[in-house]
């Protein structure tokens, strides 16, 4: 997650519809972990005369929310053949500049591979932005908020410590968090701060929203690491805790951190030779923003009412035609 405007959300989740059935010998590789694209190539990407693209496809469900509908787009639309290839972030960079892949359809802010890539090397181009606004923080259920109004300012978080104890936490309040791959400041934060918490990893934004629902179930009180847009929020509405204002710079030290996370405006990037040469398909995904509220509408329906990335996509395509429209190249 976030750090000096950086978020990084670990493991891989089923891919978008839409890939071919070859890229699961890719997945094999990026399965646990940050898998070094570097070496592992779509098998399309680059492919000489075929109108293909390649994307990578990040491991929560909102990222992939965008690339089901840019996929589907591509594919009924423009008649290009798409690949997908799961990846972490800051590998998928490393992929993206050597054109492994075409396009990062969401970043959450990446300052030293920006320079890296974008300023020096020339070989990663920005795509614009995505129209989506993220945000980390931390968050209390909503029905436990208003018990205890107070429990939203950080400097009461010790008072309730006893509250958000579980067996994991091993006698202080648990802080959870998802995967162990995700950078985030938290265990700075707690220790900054002087709280009386444990940072808790559940293992994944899935086990993360499985927690999280269970102890909704149960009307239990917990205090959680979690971001927006997300569509959990619609069917466990819950309240931020307020941190000690975000500065620019309060966290460019991951060790001293003691400042909530920044709002990023969600970014695209485009390897620069496909941002050139990739025609109508550069063109569309150069054109894709949609809202928060669209995002949230896919990914509700990948993440709960189970539908595959390609159905999803097609749904919201099928009723949003004046959103998208406007994306495809003019003829």
Known sequence: MARTGTRRRGQVRPRTAGALASVAVLLAVTGCGAADMTKQASPYANAQGSKTVTLSVQSWVGAQANVAVATYLLEHELGYRVDTVQIDEVPAWDA????????????WGHPEQEQRYIEDKKTITPGG??????????????????????????????????QFRTPESGGKGQLLDGS???????????????LDYQVVFSGSEAAQITQIKQFA??????LTYWY??????????????KLPEYKEGCDADAKKVACA????????????????????AATLLKNFRWTTEAQNEVALMIAEQKLTPEEAAEKWVGANEPTWRKWLPKS
Request: glycine share 8%.
């Open 261 to 280: 996370y920044p709002h990023t405006p969600l970014q695209k990037y485009l390897n620069a030779d496909f941002a050139e040469k990739g025609g109508g």
């Open 129 to 162: 932005g995505l129209g989506v606004t993220g945000h980390i923080g931390w968050f209390v259920p909503t029905y436990f908020a208003k018990q205890h109004p107070d429990v939203t300012d950080w400097r009461n978080l010790n008072k309730y410590a006893d």
């Open 217 to 222: 179930k149960e009307k239990k009180p917990f």
């Open 228 to 241: 927006t847009p997300q569509w959990l929020f619609q069917k466990v509405p819950m309240t931020e805790v």
């Open 96 to 107: 993206l500049s050597q054109g492994r892949v075409d396009a990062i359809l969401e970043d």
């Open 180 to 194: 162990p791959s995700y950078v985030t400041n938290d265990k700075a934060l707690v220790a900054n701060l002087k």
